[in-house]
């Protein structure tokens, strides 16, 4: 491994600052693609150092290599066949024991390793002192301390790797097991030097032992005989630990983690941490829901009260800029310029935007400030109810913001039934632009209650049709593992950076299909399209849904972007005050319909290219059927109780 050029791996636990690491080191060297055949997030970069180009690959966060899980599988897959010429192993230095389970795994099938000891600043904090000398010597492998978001430590752990990668660090014997299970895994070991194999045959014992089945197809293909030797070797393993043999291997793996980190921490006395308090009652089994009611509450309060107010002080100003420009221009053709191309820019700029700003920074504060991971865990038993566990919570929040990246982070979780089951629940989450319609149309004009109505009934068709999808595709939900964030204050410029890059999104993506979207409809409209249309559709649009004829084209043009429906819609009747050209009804069923009626153009991409065409295209069909049924028994519903 003397070659100017290496590729180097990290890998470690969610959470434990690995990707901080990954960007120290490569800057704005990096490219992020997907492992191939998967929907995971590939991240690669380079880095000169010490005369050599070092190829970096930021793996993805995994807690073991069982290949349980999308993420599992990939780590492994990779450094059994790509074989990078050093691992980093990025700990914990605050949770040691726990990530010392990975470190275990990784010594038996890697023998270049570094270990990276970050975020040892937290871990001070918090009254534990680790002796990084100590456990090299105990695992055999270089140790080096890291603030992978401070620089610090990463020359000196890249000297390592350097080091590491001339061979000049001598590793000692792997780590081993109690008698019983040592001398079985031996035993198995001796007999897979027969076997052809690109990995450690020590390794390969473990995972034959454990009931692997990739390991056992790759073995027993060449060699059928040693299943027998297998099976013995776990039914001794059995008689003598009271358990299976994986069950025995992995608690005697978790005892070995164990010992090791008492071995190498002394605890300091400490008082409990702010966070530690705060997740006290956060996590509470009582008071960690009310709290959680509360700041969803006050959050969704804040953007509409924000919102509202922007928008009106916005709408203020464009009614003089148009009253001063049909003063300067009179005639129909100013009119048309006006209504078919100023006034798309003038609703996307009044009725849009003033939501879309505060409720992005809202979730980004809830995010940063490590809240978001709180709402998973407390929701893990609800998620189950629906077929998924807490943490597809998360994409379900992020959907409240926009359901493209949030139908992506259901990549989180483990199984393609998850996924696929969270993606569905995560498009009919009301998006910033469906919000927009609720809050700049029923909130305003209706009553911030029946604005609250109808995000209440969205969640019960959301949790109606999940256990329905949970029950017709086979499977079992699977449990809730991932790693509890600590509490951060939020970073300003962070926050303003992803509202700025969503809203920059809405303006070069959105205004030109606004523009373009009311100009087609405003020419329709002169040229007599535009009442054809409306008539085609009026038997739905009119008749079952109780709604304006002009709204068959609107839902149209809504597909491209939810918030044109509001916007164009406001372009068409001429003005924004609705109230003034529908009931209250009707504002109630057409927000209802919107919210559920087909995901934007964007989302059915991301749809397609996640599951397929045919599962989008299903998914899509399902939404709009819905909304149609639903929404003329709405309108019903509301004439027959006295609603008008």
Not at 291 to 302: D, H, K, P, Q, R
Not at 365 to 383: K, N, Q, W
Request: proline share 4%; charged share 15%.
């Amino acid at each position: 491994m003397t070659s100017q050029h290496l590729t180097i791996a990290l890998i470690g636990n969610a959470n434990v600052g690995k990707s901080a690491i990954f960007n120290q080191l490569t800057g704005l060297h990096q490219h992020v693609s997907n492992w191939p055949g998967k929907t995971v997030e590939k991240a690669e970069g380079t880095l000169a150092f010490c005369g050599r180009v070092l190829d970096i690959v930021d793996l993805p966060g995994t807690y073991g290599l069982t290949a349980y899980s999308t993420d599992e599988s990939i780590s492994r897959e990779y450094i059994t066949s790509s074989a990078p010429d050093v691992l980093i192993n990025v700990v914990d230095a605050a949770a040691l024991e726990r990530n010392l389970f990975l470190t275990l795994e990784l010594l038996e099938l890697q023998p270049h390793m570094v270990v990276a000891l970050n975020q040892v600043d937290v871990a001070e904090r918090k009254g534990l002192n680790i002796d990084s000398e100590r456990l090299a010597r105990i695992l055999g492998v270089p140790v080096v301390p890291t603030v992978g978001t401070r620089n610090f430590g990463l020359q000196s752990l890249m000297d390592e790797v350097i080091r590491v990668s001339l061979g000049r660090y001598q590793r000692s014997s792997p780590i081993k097991y109690s008698s019983d299970l040592e001398s079985r895994v031996r035993q198995l070991a001796d007999t897979l030097e027969a076997v052809n194999l690109s990995f450690p045959k020590r390794w390969a014992a473990l995972r034959l032992l454990e009931g692997d089945n990739g390991i056992e197809a790759l073995v027993y293909k060449e060699k059928p005989e040693i299943e027998a030797v297998v099976q013995r070797l776990r039914s001794e393993i059995e008689n003598v630990t009271g358990e299976d043999a994986g069950s025995a291997l992995a608690s005697e793996l978790y005892t070995i983690a164990h010992r090791v980190s008492s071995d190498v921490t002394a605890h300091d006395v400490r008082k409990q941490t702010f966070g530690e308090r705060v997740d006290r009652l956060a996590l509470h089994s009582a008071i960690g829901y009310v709290m959680m009611v509360l700041v969803i509450v006050f959050m969704f309060y804040s953007v509409f009260f924000l919102g509202e107010h922007i928008s009106s002080l916005l709408d203020q100003g464009f009614l003089q800029i148009k009253s001063a420009y049909y003063s300067s221009f009179p005639g129909d053709f100013a009119g048309f310029i006006w209504a078919g191309l100023i006034e798309g820019v003038v609703a996307g700029t009044t009725v849009a935007i003033p939501y879309i700003v505060p409720f992005i920074i809202a979730l980004s504060i809830l995010e940063d400030t490590g809240y978001l991971a709180r709402i998973a865990f407390l929701m893990d038993s609800a998620m189950h109810k629906i077929g998924f566990h807490g943490k597809g919570f998360i994409p379900l929040m992020l959907g409240f913001g926009c359901n493209v990246p949030a139908c992506l982070g259901c990549r989180i979780m483990e199984t393609g039934r998850e996924r696929l089951i969270c993606a569905f629940a995560t498009s009919l989450v009301p998006c910033t632009a469906r919000s927009i319609v609720i809050m700049g149309m029923v909130a305003v004009y209706v009553g911030f209650g029946w604005a609250a109505v109808l995000y209440i009934i969205d969640f019960i068709i959301i949790f109606a049709l999940s256990r329905l999808a949970f029950k017709v595709l086979p499977g079992e939900p699977t449990g809730l593992v991932m790693e509890m964030p600590r509490y951060r204050r939020p970073s300003l410029d962070k926050t303003m950076k992803k509202a700025w890059v969503n809203l920059k999104e809405f303006v070069y993506t959105a205004f030109p299909l606004i523009i373009v979207g009311n100009f087609l409809i405003q020419l329709s409209n002169v040229v007599g399209l535009l009442s054809i249309v409306q008539l085609a559709m009026s038997p739905v649009t009119v008749l079952w849904l109780g709604l304006p004829a002009v709204t068959g084209i609107v839902l149209i043009f809504g597909i491209l972007r939810k918030e044109m429906t509001m916007i164009l819609l406001a372009s068409l009747m001429g003005t924004t005050n609705f109230a003034l050209v529908m009931t209250p009804v009707q504002m109630f069923v057409f927000a209802f319909v919107v919210m559920i009626y087909i995901p934007c153009i964007a989302t059915i991409a991301v749809l397609a290219k996640e599951f397929g065409l045919k599962r989008a295209a299903m998914i899509s069909f399902v939404e709009v059927s819905l909304a149609i049924v639903l929404g003329g028994i709405v309108h019903y519903g509301l004439v027959l109780l006295g609603f008008s």
